[in-house]
């Protein structure tokens, strides 16, 4: 097991880097260096950490700090966690001072969503880079504990399996250790997902487009929440790097439905980010009495409009069946519906558990650890159980051969070896609409 006692987060004002610092200073219960360009920011931070965690007693172990502690920060620490914008030159730029002034045998890791560990790891010497890791954390950490580790080739094989303990025993978390590949597991199988059903509103924007999209892969469909509700969650601008990344980094089957359709686009250019800015694909206002009144951007007049509450037969008759816990029936329900909805959130579920084998099978050790990244990174259906769910395997490939969309992946899928699913999937079923 690791001896971890101080450790620095980088960017420790930073949304995510509050959050991961909240979580060495609770569960690990070390020192932190909350280090950010300026005290206040650093002071932010703390605040930002001991929110995250809701526990004030943790701030005895938060200590605001700047770029001009960095130094001796780093020396003094037993892991260096960097937490800075996704950005190559940006990285390096940190990564050099790390390298200068860290001691021997001290634990470097980057908060990465999907950057190469490989090309950052270049300013390191060959004792640190066996020390460098992409430790991702999902947001918020407190309640999604997934934590994909990322080694990269010069890693040390001891220092993977200490860590990973560490990680699992002290820090509580869901641990996969995955191959180096653009956006690792997680968010390559959830930004799949959530790209395609941006790409479903805009095709069927004559319908509603984003609310009538989110309406049909709402919580009864096995996710926290719709869909396109996250991508305003995580943010347009952040959404767009990591969906940019994955079009122009991979090349197969999938790669057309990383393609960020054109609105996006232009409401990153206005500004409408998604919730940290007040509006993106949703709006939240209120009236002069404080009533609050959701908005969705209508991407055929590129105007918001009030929320429409749709209402689909098949929907109805699913919620009904899980508010029963008749699981099974609800997916017979969802097959035996002709609608046009329905075909679209059974095209959706299905490609969701394809997909999730084939970039599995990729880039994972286990078939297994694409339920874990989606379970406890997404809080979304682990999508083996969602296969059981179907009928399995060979149910499976039936329905997919009722839908042209679908034909392409058959082959590769068909040939996957597929294991029962080790997670119960019926809690990610919500009786909601």
Same mark, same amino acid.
């Given at each position: 097991?690791?001896?971890?006692?101080?450790?620095?987060?980088?960017?420790?004002?930073?949304?995510?880097?509050?959050?991961?610092?909240? %979580?060495?200073?609770?569960?690990?219960?070390?020192?932190?260096?909350?280090?950010?360009?300026?005290?206040?920011?650093?002071?932010?931070?703390?605040?930002?950490?001991?929110?995250?965690?809701?526990?004030?007693?943790?701030?005895?172990?938060?200590?605001?700090?700047?770029?001009?502690?960095?130094?001796?920060?780093?020396?003094?620490?037993?892991?260096?966690?960097?937490?800075?914008?996704?950005?190559?030159?940006?990285?390096?730029?940190?990564?050099?001072?790390?390298?200068?002034?860290?001691?021997?045998?001290?634990?470097?890791?980057?908060?990465?969503?999907?950057?190469?560990?490989?090309?950052?790891?270049?300013?390191?010497?060959?004792?640190?880079?066996?020390?460098?890791?992409?430790?991702?954390?999902?947001?918020?950490?407190?309640?999604?504990?997934?934590?994909?580790?990322?080694?990269?080739?010069?890693?040390?094989?001891?220092?993977?399996?200490?860590?990973?303990?560490?990680?699992?025993?002290?820090?509580?978390?869901?641990?996969?250790?995955?191959?180096?590949?653009?956006?690792?597991?997680?968010?390559?199988?959830?930004?799949?997902?959530?790209?395609?059903?941006?790409?479903?509103?805009?095709?069927?924007?004559?319908?509603?487009?984003?609310?009538?999209?989110?309406?049909?892969?709402?919580?009864?469909?096995?996710?926290?929440?719709?869909?396109?509700?996250?991508?305003?969650?995580?943010?347009?601008?952040?959404?767009?790097? %990591?969906?940019?990344?994955?079009?122009?980094?991979?090349?197969?089957?999938?790669?057309?439905?990383?393609?960020?359709?054109?609105?996006?686009?232009?409401?990153?250019?206005?500004?409408?980010?998604?919730?940290?800015?007040?509006?993106?694909?949703?709006?939240?206002?209120?009236?002069?009495?404080?009533?609050?009144?959701?908005?969705?951007?209508?991407?055929?007049?590129?105007?918001?409009?009030?929320? %429409?509450?749709?209402?689909?037969?098949?929907?109805?008759?699913?919620?009904?069946?899980?508010?029963?816990?008749?699981?099974?029936?609800?997916?017979?329900?969802?097959?035996?519906?002709?609608?046009?909805?329905?075909?679209?959130?059974?095209?959706?579920?299905?490609?969701?558990?394809?997909?999730?084998?084939?970039?599995?099978?990729?880039?994972?050790?286990?078939?297994?650890?694409?339920?874990?990244?989606?379970?406890?990174?997404?809080?979304?259906?682990?999508?083996?159980?969602?296969?059981?769910?179907?009928?399995?395997?060979?149910?499976?490939?039936?329905?997919?051969?009722?839908?042209?969309?679908?034909?392409?992946?058959?082959?590769?899928?068909?040939?996957?070896?597929?294991?029962?699913?080790?997670?119960?999937?019926?809690?990610?079923?919500?009786?909601?609409?």
């Amino acid at each position: 097991m690791l001896n971890i006692n101080i450790v620095t987060v980088i960017g420790a004002n930073g949304a995510m880097g509050a959050a991961v610092a909240g %979580i060495f200073a609770s569960f690990g219960n070390v020192k932190v260096n909350m280090v950010s360009r300026t005290l206040n920011k650093s002071l932010e931070g703390i605040e930002k950490a001991v929110k995250s965690v809701r526990a004030d007693s943790i701030r005895s172990n938060l200590f605001a700090r700047t770029y001009e502690d960095l130094a001796a920060c780093i020396h003094e620490s037993d892991w260096v966690f960097e937490s800075v914008a996704e950005d190559y030159e940006i990285k390096d730029e940190i990564n050099t001072v790390i390298a200068r002034y860290r001691k021997p045998g001290t634990i470097v890791s980057t908060g990465t969503s999907g950057l190469s560990i490989e090309k950052l790891k270049n300013v390191f010497d060959e004792e640190a880079k066996s020390l460098y890791f992409v430790t991702h954390f999902f947001n918020p950490p407190y309640s999604l504990p997934l934590c994909e580790l990322i080694p990269n080739e010069s890693a040390d094989a001891d220092t993977i399996e200490s860590l990973k303990l560490y990680l699992e025993q002290v820090l509580i978390r869901k641990v996969v250790v995955l191959k180096d590949a653009p956006a690792f597991l997680a968010n390559r199988i959830g930004f799949q997902f959530m790209n395609e059903a941006l790409q479903f509103a805009e095709l069927y924007e004559d319908r509603g487009g984003i609310d009538y999209i989110d309406a049909i892969l709402g919580p009864f469909t096995g996710r926290g929440m719709a869909p396109l509700v996250t991508v305003d969650f995580i943010g347009l601008d952040v959404y767009k790097a %990591i969906t940019d990344n994955l079009y122009y980094s991979i090349s197969d089957l999938y790669s057309n439905s990383f393609i960020l359709p054109r609105f996006v686009d232009s409401l990153i250019n206005e500004g409408k980010l998604g919730r940290k800015c007040g509006q993106g694909l949703y709006k939240l206002d209120r009236d002069s009495t404080g009533k609050k009144h959701l908005f969705v951007y209508d991407i055929k007049s590129q105007t918001y409009r009030s929320k %429409i509450k749709y209402s689909f037969y098949f929907v109805e008759k699913m919620v009904a069946a899980i508010k029963e816990s008749k699981y099974e029936e609800a997916i017979r329900i969802l097959l035996n519906n002709d609608s046009e909805e329905a075909k679209i959130c059974t095209y959706f579920l299905i490609k969701y558990v394809v997909y999730s084998v084939f970039v599995t099978k990729e880039i994972a050790d286990s078939i297994h650890d694409a339920d874990t990244v989606m379970s406890y990174g997404f809080n979304w259906v682990p999508p083996l159980g969602l296969l059981q769910l179907f009928g399995g395997k060979e149910a499976i490939i039936e329905s997919m051969k009722t839908d042209n969309r679908l034909l392409p992946f058959i082959s590769a899928f068909s040939e996957t070896e597929i294991y029962p699913s080790k997670l119960n999937y019926r809690r990610y079923l919500r009786a909601k609409f």
